[in-house]
Protein backbone atom coordinates (compact mmCIF):
# COMPACT_ATOMS: atom_id res chain seq x y z
CA UNK A 1 0.00 0.00 0.00
CA UNK A 2 1.39 3.32 -0.93
CA UNK A 3 0.42 6.18 1.03
CA UNK A 4 0.23 9.43 -1.18
CA UNK A 5 2.62 12.03 0.81
CA UNK A 6 -0.27 14.76 0.55
CA UNK A 7 -2.89 12.61 1.76
CA UNK A 8 -0.73 11.20 4.92
CA UNK A 9 -0.08 14.79 5.76
CA UNK A 10 -3.59 15.74 5.73
CA UNK A 11 -4.39 12.75 8.10
CA UNK A 12 -1.87 13.70 10.73
CA UNK A 13 -2.78 17.43 10.60
CA UNK A 14 -6.66 16.15 11.55
CA UNK A 15 -4.42 14.42 14.90
CA UNK A 16 -2.75 17.51 15.19
CA UNK A 17 -5.73 19.67 15.42
CA UNK A 18 -7.49 17.46 17.54
CA UNK A 19 -4.30 17.40 20.49
CA UNK A 20 -4.56 21.24 19.75
CA UNK A 21 -8.25 21.59 20.62
CA UNK A 22 -7.23 18.84 23.27
CA UNK A 23 -4.37 21.96 24.76
CA UNK A 24 -7.12 24.11 25.06
CA UNK A 25 -9.96 22.15 26.82
CA UNK A 26 -6.85 21.01 29.23
CA UNK A 27 -6.75 24.75 30.59
CA UNK A 28 -10.18 24.07 32.01
CA UNK A 29 -8.96 21.40 33.61
CA UNK A 30 -5.79 22.93 35.60
CA UNK A 31 -6.35 23.34 39.44
CA UNK A 32 -9.11 20.81 38.84
CA UNK A 33 -8.37 19.45 42.67
CA UNK A 34 -8.92 21.81 45.17
CA UNK A 35 -8.12 21.21 48.87
CA UNK A 36 -11.52 19.97 50.89
CA UNK A 37 -12.30 21.95 53.88
CA UNK A 38 -11.27 19.14 56.11
CA UNK A 39 -8.11 19.09 54.32
CA UNK A 40 -5.42 18.44 57.06
CA UNK A 41 -2.06 19.94 56.85
CA UNK A 42 1.53 20.61 58.75
CA UNK A 43 2.87 24.35 58.71
CA UNK A 44 7.16 23.81 59.27
CA UNK A 45 8.43 27.22 59.68
CA UNK A 46 12.45 26.52 59.10
CA UNK A 47 13.29 30.40 61.20
CA UNK A 48 12.07 28.56 64.83
CA UNK A 49 13.25 24.91 63.99
CA UNK A 50 16.56 24.08 66.25
CA UNK A 51 17.66 21.00 64.47
CA UNK A 52 16.86 18.64 66.89
CA UNK A 53 15.22 16.10 65.15
CA UNK A 54 12.97 15.59 67.87
CA UNK A 55 10.45 14.97 64.97
CA UNK A 56 12.12 12.05 63.21
CA UNK A 57 12.16 10.23 66.75
CA UNK A 58 8.56 10.86 67.16
CA UNK A 59 7.89 9.97 63.58
CA UNK A 60 9.69 6.39 63.98
CA UNK A 61 7.75 6.12 66.97
CA UNK A 62 4.31 6.63 65.93
CA UNK A 63 5.17 4.14 62.65
CA UNK A 64 7.07 1.34 64.49
CA UNK A 65 9.81 2.19 62.26
CA UNK A 66 13.43 0.79 63.28
CA UNK A 67 16.55 2.81 63.62
CA UNK A 68 19.00 3.35 60.77
CA UNK A 69 22.50 3.63 60.91
CA UNK A 70 24.99 5.02 58.02
CA UNK A 71 28.05 5.55 59.12
CA UNK A 72 27.91 9.15 60.73
CA UNK A 73 27.00 7.99 64.47
CA UNK A 74 30.38 7.19 65.40
CA UNK A 75 31.01 8.85 68.84
CA UNK A 76 34.99 7.93 70.59
CA UNK A 77 35.34 4.72 68.05
CA UNK A 78 31.83 3.24 68.77
CA UNK A 79 29.70 2.63 65.59
CA UNK A 80 25.80 2.56 65.30
CA UNK A 81 25.23 4.47 68.63
CA UNK A 82 22.08 6.75 67.22
CA UNK A 83 20.09 6.60 64.27
CA UNK A 84 21.51 8.52 61.73
CA UNK A 85 19.90 8.13 58.33
CA UNK A 86 21.37 10.04 55.39
CA UNK A 87 18.22 10.91 53.32
CA UNK A 88 14.58 9.83 54.07
CA UNK A 89 14.25 5.94 53.48
CA UNK A 90 11.27 3.21 54.07
CA UNK A 91 12.78 3.41 57.46
CA UNK A 92 13.08 7.29 57.76
CA UNK A 93 10.11 9.30 56.22
CA UNK A 94 11.35 12.14 57.32
CA UNK A 95 14.65 13.96 57.83
CA UNK A 96 15.76 17.65 59.14
CA UNK A 97 18.73 18.89 57.04
CA UNK A 98 20.78 21.72 57.20
CA UNK A 99 22.01 24.07 54.65
CA UNK A 100 24.86 25.76 55.04
CA UNK A 101 26.58 29.08 53.22
CA UNK A 102 30.49 29.74 54.43
CA UNK A 103 31.05 30.75 57.91
CA UNK A 104 27.79 29.79 58.67
CA UNK A 105 27.58 32.45 61.42
CA UNK A 106 24.01 33.15 61.54
CA UNK A 107 20.95 31.23 61.78
CA UNK A 108 18.49 31.90 58.85
CA UNK A 109 20.46 34.05 56.82
CA UNK A 110 21.74 32.53 53.02
CA UNK A 111 25.10 34.33 52.83
CA UNK A 112 27.32 33.22 55.67
CA UNK A 113 24.51 31.85 57.00
CA UNK A 114 22.26 28.34 57.55
CA UNK A 115 18.88 27.07 57.67
CA UNK A 116 16.97 23.78 58.50
CA UNK A 117 15.10 22.22 56.44
CA UNK A 118 12.66 18.95 56.85
CA UNK A 119 12.02 17.03 54.29
CA UNK A 120 9.00 14.53 53.90
CA UNK A 121 5.81 13.95 51.38
CA UNK A 122 4.07 17.68 50.86
CA UNK A 123 0.84 15.88 50.24
CA UNK A 124 0.35 17.63 46.96
CA UNK A 125 -3.31 18.45 46.06
CA UNK A 126 -2.89 16.83 42.48
CA UNK A 127 -0.06 14.20 43.46
CA UNK A 128 1.65 13.29 40.45
CA UNK A 129 2.49 9.97 42.51
CA UNK A 130 -1.07 9.25 42.40
CA UNK A 131 -1.60 9.74 38.73
CA UNK A 132 1.37 7.61 37.36
CA UNK A 133 0.43 4.49 39.88
CA UNK A 134 -0.88 1.67 37.58
CA UNK A 135 -2.20 -0.45 40.36
CA UNK A 136 -3.47 2.76 42.43
CA UNK A 137 -1.87 1.71 45.61
CA UNK A 138 -1.20 5.10 46.09
CA UNK A 139 -4.57 7.04 47.16
CA UNK A 140 -5.39 10.75 48.11
CA UNK A 141 -8.24 10.78 50.88
CA UNK A 142 -10.62 13.29 49.21
CA UNK A 143 -11.66 14.05 52.79
CA UNK A 144 -7.99 14.71 54.81
CA UNK A 145 -6.36 14.91 51.18
CA UNK A 146 -3.44 12.40 52.77
CA UNK A 147 -1.43 10.93 50.64
CA UNK A 148 -1.11 7.43 51.57
CA UNK A 149 -0.66 3.99 50.02
CA UNK A 150 -2.04 0.57 50.13
CA UNK A 151 0.94 -1.47 50.40
CA UNK A 152 -0.55 -5.01 49.09
CA UNK A 153 -1.35 -3.16 45.81
CA UNK A 154 1.72 -2.07 45.47
CA UNK A 155 3.76 -3.88 42.38
CA UNK A 156 6.86 -2.62 43.11
CA UNK A 157 7.83 -0.33 39.21
CA UNK A 158 8.79 2.70 41.12
CA UNK A 159 7.13 5.14 38.62
CA UNK A 160 5.97 7.00 41.68
CA UNK A 161 9.24 7.31 42.20
CA UNK A 162 10.16 8.79 39.06
CA UNK A 163 7.32 11.17 38.92
CA UNK A 164 6.96 12.40 42.24
CA UNK A 165 8.70 16.15 42.09
CA UNK A 166 10.33 15.82 45.48
CA UNK A 167 11.85 12.62 45.59
CA UNK A 168 10.60 11.46 48.30
CA UNK A 169 9.10 7.81 47.16
CA UNK A 170 11.30 5.01 48.50
CA UNK A 171 12.31 1.78 47.16
CA UNK A 172 12.92 -1.20 49.81
CA UNK A 173 15.97 -2.35 47.52
CA UNK A 174 17.19 -4.77 50.59
CA UNK A 175 14.10 -6.62 50.59
CA UNK A 176 12.71 -9.88 47.98
CA UNK A 177 9.79 -8.36 48.22
CA UNK A 178 9.85 -4.65 47.90
CA UNK A 179 7.38 -1.85 48.14
CA UNK A 180 7.51 1.60 48.44
CA UNK A 181 7.40 4.21 51.69
CA UNK A 182 6.75 7.42 52.36
CA UNK A 183 5.07 9.38 54.97
CA UNK A 184 1.57 9.19 55.28
CA UNK A 185 0.33 12.05 57.74
CA UNK A 186 -0.22 9.43 60.44
CA UNK A 187 -3.28 8.88 58.75
CA UNK A 188 -3.66 5.92 61.33
CA UNK A 189 -3.46 8.82 64.26
CA UNK A 190 -4.91 11.52 62.83
CA UNK A 191 -8.50 9.58 62.24
CA UNK A 192 -9.31 9.26 65.72
CA UNK A 193 -8.11 12.68 66.62
CA UNK A 194 -4.53 12.38 67.17
CA UNK A 195 -1.64 14.54 65.57
CA UNK A 196 1.43 13.02 63.78
CA UNK A 197 4.38 11.85 65.80
CA UNK A 198 6.46 14.60 64.08
CA UNK A 199 4.21 17.31 65.44
CA UNK A 200 3.97 15.91 68.48
CA UNK A 201 7.66 15.54 69.53
CA UNK A 202 8.62 19.11 68.27
CA UNK A 203 9.45 21.24 70.99
CA UNK A 204 9.29 24.87 69.21
CA UNK A 205 6.18 24.03 67.40
CA UNK A 206 8.32 24.12 64.28
CA UNK A 207 6.35 21.62 62.91
CA UNK A 208 2.56 22.61 63.11
CA UNK A 209 -0.07 20.57 62.63
CA UNK A 210 -3.66 21.74 61.60
CA UNK A 211 -6.57 21.59 59.58
CA UNK A 212 -5.06 23.03 56.54
CA UNK A 213 -6.70 26.35 56.04
CA UNK A 214 -6.08 27.59 59.42
CA UNK A 215 -2.63 26.89 58.96
CA UNK A 216 -2.39 28.72 56.11
CA UNK A 217 -3.86 31.57 57.82
CA UNK A 218 -1.63 31.19 60.68
CA UNK A 219 1.62 31.15 57.98
CA UNK A 220 0.33 34.62 56.60
CA UNK A 221 0.02 36.24 59.70
CA UNK A 222 3.62 35.35 60.57
CA UNK A 223 4.37 36.90 57.18
CA UNK A 224 3.35 40.26 58.34
CA UNK A 225 5.35 40.45 61.34
CA UNK A 226 7.99 42.85 61.39
CA UNK A 227 11.90 41.37 61.84
CA UNK A 228 12.59 41.18 65.53
CA UNK A 229 8.70 41.30 66.84
CA UNK A 230 7.96 39.29 69.30
CA UNK A 231 5.63 36.20 68.53
CA UNK A 232 4.03 33.24 70.37
CA UNK A 233 4.51 30.08 68.04
CA UNK A 234 2.36 27.79 69.13
CA UNK A 235 3.63 24.18 69.56
CA UNK A 236 1.99 21.26 68.27
CA UNK A 237 -1.39 22.26 66.89
CA UNK A 238 -2.63 25.66 67.08
CA UNK A 239 -5.26 25.41 70.31
CA UNK A 240 -2.59 23.50 72.18
CA UNK A 241 -1.82 25.93 74.78
CA UNK A 242 1.61 25.64 74.49
CA UNK A 243 3.90 28.35 73.30
CA UNK A 244 7.57 29.14 72.28
CA UNK A 245 8.07 32.98 72.43
CA UNK A 246 10.54 34.47 70.06
CA UNK A 247 11.11 37.08 67.77
CA UNK A 248 10.00 36.82 64.55
CA UNK A 249 12.97 36.68 62.00
CA UNK A 250 12.67 38.20 58.31
CA UNK A 251 10.49 35.83 56.58
CA UNK A 252 10.75 35.67 52.42
CA UNK A 253 7.49 36.58 51.76
CA UNK A 254 6.15 33.71 50.52
CA UNK A 255 4.52 29.99 51.49
CA UNK A 256 6.02 27.70 50.06
CA UNK A 257 3.02 25.03 48.87
CA UNK A 258 0.34 27.09 48.66
CA UNK A 259 0.14 26.97 45.05
CA UNK A 260 3.72 25.29 44.01
CA UNK A 261 3.00 22.35 41.98
CA UNK A 262 -1.14 22.65 41.89
CA UNK A 263 -0.55 22.91 45.90
CA UNK A 264 0.94 20.67 48.96
CA UNK A 265 -0.84 19.76 52.21
CA UNK A 266 3.04 20.35 54.14
CA UNK A 267 3.34 24.26 53.73
CA UNK A 268 6.75 26.17 54.76
CA UNK A 269 8.30 29.08 55.30
CA UNK A 270 11.47 30.12 55.52
CA UNK A 271 14.27 33.54 55.68
CA UNK A 272 16.59 31.41 53.14
CA UNK A 273 15.50 31.31 49.76
CA UNK A 274 13.29 28.14 49.07
CA UNK A 275 15.83 26.85 46.18
CA UNK A 276 18.83 27.11 48.46
CA UNK A 277 17.08 24.80 50.96
CA UNK A 278 16.76 22.37 48.03
CA UNK A 279 12.65 22.82 47.13
CA UNK A 280 12.09 22.95 43.43
CA UNK A 281 10.67 25.84 41.30
CA UNK A 282 7.53 24.35 40.00
CA UNK A 283 4.28 25.74 37.92
CA UNK A 284 1.07 26.68 39.69
CA UNK A 285 -0.07 23.75 38.61
CA UNK A 286 0.41 19.61 38.44
CA UNK A 287 2.09 18.11 36.13
CA UNK A 288 -0.64 15.68 36.22
CA UNK A 289 -3.64 17.99 35.93
CA UNK A 290 -1.27 18.80 32.23
CA UNK A 291 -0.76 15.09 31.13
CA UNK A 292 -4.02 13.56 32.01
CA UNK A 293 -6.02 16.31 31.15
CA UNK A 294 -4.30 16.01 27.50
CA UNK A 295 -4.94 12.56 27.46
CA UNK A 296 -8.06 12.17 29.28
CA UNK A 297 -9.31 15.29 25.99
CA UNK A 298 -8.10 13.27 23.33
CA UNK A 299 -9.18 10.20 23.76
CA UNK A 300 -12.69 11.25 25.32
CA UNK A 301 -15.13 9.33 23.26
CA UNK A 302 -12.28 7.63 21.41
CA UNK A 303 -12.74 10.91 19.28
CA UNK A 304 -9.49 11.89 17.79
CA UNK A 305 -8.22 8.59 17.91
CA UNK A 306 -11.11 7.54 15.54
CA UNK A 307 -11.05 10.38 12.68
CA UNK A 308 -7.12 9.29 12.83
CA UNK A 309 -8.24 6.07 11.64
CA UNK A 310 -10.87 6.73 9.18
CA UNK A 311 -8.51 9.12 7.82
CA UNK A 312 -5.74 6.57 7.28
CA UNK A 313 -8.57 4.28 5.70
CA UNK A 314 -9.70 6.54 3.22
CA UNK A 315 -6.18 7.33 2.50
CA UNK A 316 -4.89 3.66 1.88
CA UNK A 317 -8.27 3.45 -0.03
CA UNK A 318 -7.47 6.07 -2.69
CA UNK A 319 -4.07 5.23 -3.06
CA UNK A 320 -5.22 1.25 -3.33
CA UNK A 321 -7.91 2.59 -6.21
CA UNK A 322 -5.08 4.73 -8.19
CA UNK A 323 -2.74 1.88 -8.21
CA UNK A 324 -5.72 -0.20 -9.74
CA UNK A 325 -6.08 2.43 -11.96
CA UNK A 326 -2.56 2.99 -13.00
CA UNK A 327 -2.07 -0.83 -13.38
S1 LIG B 1 5.43 14.84 47.48
FE1 LIG B 1 5.70 13.18 45.99
S2 LIG B 1 5.10 11.35 47.09
FE2 LIG B 1 4.25 13.08 48.24
S3 LIG B 1 2.17 13.37 47.40
FE3 LIG B 1 3.53 14.73 46.24
S4 LIG B 1 4.09 13.50 44.43
FE4 LIG B 1 3.28 12.07 45.96
S1 LIG C 1 3.33 13.05 59.53
FE1 LIG C 1 3.70 11.07 60.58
S2 LIG C 1 4.61 9.79 58.96
FE2 LIG C 1 4.78 11.92 58.25
S3 LIG C 1 6.80 12.63 58.92
FE3 LIG C 1 5.32 13.22 60.55
S4 LIG C 1 5.38 11.50 61.99
FE4 LIG C 1 6.30 10.77 60.10
S1 LIG D 1 11.53 18.56 66.27
FE1 LIG D 1 10.93 20.61 65.58
S2 LIG D 1 12.64 21.90 66.16
FE2 LIG D 1 13.39 19.80 66.31
S3 LIG D 1 14.26 19.39 64.26
FE3 LIG D 1 12.13 18.74 64.15
S4 LIG D 1 11.02 20.49 63.34
FE4 LIG D 1 13.01 21.25 64.07
Known amino acids: MNLDRRDFIKVLSTGVLAAAGAEKALAAEVDRYKRSPEAVGILYDATICVGCKACEIGCKQANNLPVEHSGLDEYHGVQNIWDSAKDTSPNSYIKIK ?17 SFMRTACMHCIDPDCVSVCPTSALIKD ?18 CQ ?6 IPKFEYD ?3 PKIEKCFMCSHRVKDGGIPGCAEFCPTGATLFGKFADIL ?14 YSYPQHTLDSGKQTPKKAAKYIQYVYGEKDGGGTQYIILSAVPFEKLGLPKL ?12 QHTIYKGMIAPAVVLA ?8 STNQEEKEG
Request: some cysteine.
Open 175 to 177: KAF
Open 283 to 294: PDHSSASKSEGL
Open 142 to 159: PVTGIVSWDIDACCGCRY
Open 98 to 114: VHKDSSTAKKDQFENGY
Open 311 to 318: GLAVAAYR
Open 217 to 230: EEAKKRLTLAEGAE
Open 162 to 167: MACPYL
